[in-house]
């Protein structure tokens, strides 16, 4: 009754997404975890439960996928499952043909086909989604019913919904309004709007052009003020009271299976008017190069990268820049943090980067608010500000970063490993491939002559807690 889904990308957000929408409104059997990270320390929280009560889906997916399955087979192993049992602990999502599907057949892990030629960014209602959220115990019939229901109203010329969404996506994005802001008001769909940024940004950010999501906590959250270039989107029904939530121009609401099926099709309405293709990920593989030539796993040896001194080192915080000055010969990490808001280019944003553990440095998200205060009182024009988790943006909205308009900055964390996992068959640590996934794209995003700092925190808990010091 632990389910433990090891998948990268849109899969993984939309189970997360079932899940925590169906454990909201009824409750579940069993409990749902999704590890799309290769960090160290959330993965040893998640090994450190009952793994005589877990199983893991494995849905596809690249090297986080690959190396957590090779984690879990010894972690199984040293808990006293024997070969057949453990191999039996895994169920495999995946094409009928793909390498996975006979790596899975000759382990005797149980199999799933998955639907062929799917992207995983539009598969919410696909096997890939679906088979973990069905184990945990979500009503997957149900979603698949709402979204049925909605498809007589897709095939109608006028009073169409996502018509009308594509239509809004795709206009805010050619006319100027290129951020597309979102925030939830009680949709009780909890996880939704994770989905939604890495639909928006992967399928319609490229060759130039696209679509920013900034999630925000709420319509009263720093960065949900109107301003030019933001389109604005509510989440269930606008507040009746006066304010930033009732003055936005769109909301969306409706059952969670018919919202994956609306914004999958207003994507694709989207990339049509945009004349890009929703379903290619032509710069994702930039990053995965970069990343593979870190690890150099063909010669068998570890990861090597060039470390280069800190520009600012503050208490447990170092921060590091591409070249000498950027910081502006910040003397403080207030001032440092203020010198990366003002290298954001002007009607641009600036992504922050956290590859650490979404559980025990939880606390890493709320940097987003306060940076955006922050930028509006540092800058004539405010900046937009977005969050994402490493390594798990480089799937959703890494596609936009290194293939949209071209206007970001980057703050990217890393932090200090404190308990590191081993990979099984593998000359590197899950520590080891985390730093080479944040190293691998960040020498990508730098040489695309965008602005990226990188801040390391040497004790996690203390650094988090200077940023925010340092902002408040």
Same mark, same amino acid.
């Given at each position: 009754?632990?389910?433990?889904?090891?998948?990268?990308?849109?899969?993984?957000?939309?189970?997360?997404?079932?899940?925590?929408?169906?454990?909201?409104?009824?409750?579940?059997?069993?409990?749902?975890?999704?590890?799309?990270?290769?960090?160290?320390?959330?993965?040893?929280?998640?090994?450190?439960?009952?793994?005589?009560?877990?199983?893991?889906?494995?849905?596809?997916?690249?090297?986080?996928?690959?190396?957590?399955?090779?984690?879990?087979?010894?972690?199984?192993?040293?808990?006293?499952?024997?070969?057949?049992?453990?191999?039996?602990?895994?169920?495999?999502?995946?094409?009928?043909?793909?390498?996975?599907?006979?790596?899975?057949?000759?382990?005797?892990?149980?199999?799933?086909?998955?639907?062929?030629?799917?992207?995983?960014?539009?598969?919410?209602?696909?096997?890939?989604?679906?088979?973990?959220?069905?184990?945990?115990?979500?009503?997957?019939?149900?979603?698949?019913?709402?979204?049925?229901?909605?498809?007589? /109203?897709?095939?109608?010329?006028?009073?169409? %919904?996502? &018509?009308?969404? !594509? #239509? $809004?996506?795709?206009?805010? *994005? @050619?006319? =100027?309004?290129?951020?597309?802001?979102?925030?939830?008001?009680?949709?009780?769909?909890?996880?939704?709007?994770?989905?939604?940024?890495?639909?928006?940004?992967?399928?319609?950010?490229?060759?130039?052009?696209?679509?920013?999501?900034?999630?925000?906590?709420?319509?009263?959250?720093?960065?949900?003020?109107?301003?030019?270039?933001?389109?604005?989107?509510?989440?269930?029904?606008?507040?009746?009271?006066?304010?930033?939530?009732?003055?936005?121009?769109?909301?969306?609401?409706?059952?969670?299976?018919?919202?994956?099926?609306?914004?999958?099709?207003?994507?694709?309405?989207?990339?049509?008017?945009?004349?890009?293709?929703?379903?290619?990920?032509?710069?994702?593989?930039?990053?995965?190069?970069?990343?593979?030539?870190?690890?150099?796993?063909?010669?068998?040896? /570890?990861?090597?990268?060039?470390?280069?001194? %800190?520009? &600012?080192?503050? !208490? #447990? $915080?170092?921060?590091?820049? *591409? @070249?000498? =000055?950027?910081?502006?010969?910040?003397?403080?990490?207030?001032?440092?943090?203020?010198?990366?808001?003002?290298?954001?280019?002007?009607?641009?944003?600036?992504?922050?980067?956290?590859?650490?553990?979404?559980?025990?440095?939880?606390?890493?998200?709320?940097?987003?608010?306060?940076?955006?205060?922050?930028?509006?009182?540092?800058?004539?024009?405010?900046?937009?500000?977005?969050?994402?988790?490493?390594?798990?943006?480089?799937?959703?909205?890494?596609?936009?970063?290194?293939?949209?308009?071209?206007?970001?900055?980057?703050?990217?964390?890393?932090?200090?490993?404190?308990?590191?996992?081993?990979?099984?068959?593998?000359?590197?640590?899950?520590?080891?491939?985390?730093?080479?996934?944040?190293?691998?794209?960040?020498?990508?995003?730098?040489?695309?002559?965008?602005?990226?700092?990188?801040?390391?925190?040497?004790?996690?808990?203390?650094?988090? #807690?200077?940023?925010?010091?340092?902002?408040?």
């Amino acid at each position: 009754d632990r389910v433990v889904l090891a998948t990268a990308g849109g899969a993984a957000l939309a189970a997360e997404a079932m899940y925590r929408s169906a454990s909201r409104s009824a409750g579940t059997p069993a409990e749902l975890v999704v590890l799309d990270t290769t960090d160290p320390h959330e993965v040893s929280g998640v090994l450190a439960g009952d793994l005589h009560r877990t199983v893991v889906v494995v849905a596809d997916g690249g090297a986080e996928a690959e190396s957590l399955r090779r984690v879990f087979g010894r972690a199984f192993a040293e808990a006293g499952l024997d070969g057949a049992e453990s191999a039996r602990r895994f169920v495999v999502v995946a094409e009928e043909d793909s390498a996975l599907a006979r790596d899975a057949r000759e382990a005797g892990h149980l199999f799933v086909p998955a639907e062929p030629d799917v992207d995983g960014r539009f598969g919410a209602l696909g096997a890939r989604a679906l088979v973990a959220a069905a184990l945990a115990g979500v009503g997957v019939e149900a979603l698949l019913d709402d979204a049925s229901r909605l498809t007589a /109203a897709l095939r109608q010329p006028y009073d169409n %919904p996502a &018509l009308a969404l !594509g #239509a $809004v996506l795709a206009a805010s *994005a @050619a006319g =100027g309004r290129d951020k597309l802001v979102i925030a939830d008001h009680g949709s009780g769909l909890d996880g939704f709007a994770a989905w939604a940024e890495q639909l928006v940004g992967g399928a319609l950010g490229k060759d130039g052009k696209g679509l920013l999501p900034v999630v925000v906590e709420g319509v009263d959250a720093p960065g949900f003020e109107l301003t030019p270039d933001l389109r604005r989107v509510i989440l269930g029904r606008r507040p009746d009271e006066p304010g930033p939530g009732r003055e936005a121009g769109v909301s969306v609401a409706g059952p969670l299976g018919a919202q994956f099926l609306l914004w999958e099709y207003a994507a694709a309405v989207a990339a049509r008017v945009l004349s890009v293709d929703p379903f290619d990920e032509p710069d994702v593989a930039q990053s995965e190069a970069s990343t593979a030539a870190l690890l150099r796993s063909e010669e068998g040896t /570890a990861p090597t990268v060039v470390r280069r001194p %800190p520009e &600012l080192v503050s !208490g #447990a $915080v170092e921060v590091h820049a *591409a @070249a000498e =000055g950027a910081l502006r010969n910040a003397q403080t990490l207030t001032e440092a943090l203020e010198a990366v808001l003002e290298s954001v280019p002007e009607g641009g944003y600036l992504a922050v980067l956290a590859y650490l553990d979404r559980a025990g440095d939880a606390a890493a998200a709320r940097l987003r608010p306060l940076l955006a205060e922050r930028a509006a009182k540092v800058r004539r024009h405010p900046a937009p500000v977005t969050f994402g988790w490493g390594p798990r943006y480089l799937h959703t909205v890494g596609q936009y970063h290194k293939g949209g308009p071209g206007n970001g900055a980057f703050l990217q964390i890393t932090g200090d490993v404190a308990r590191d996992v081993a990979v099984p068959g593998r000359p590197y640590s899950l520590g080891e491939l985390q730093l080479a996934q944040a190293y691998g794209d960040l020498r990508v995003v730098r040489s695309l002559g965008r602005p990226a700092f990188r801040v390391h925190l040497r004790d996690r808990a203390e650094g988090l #807690a200077q940023l925010t010091g340092a902002l408040t």
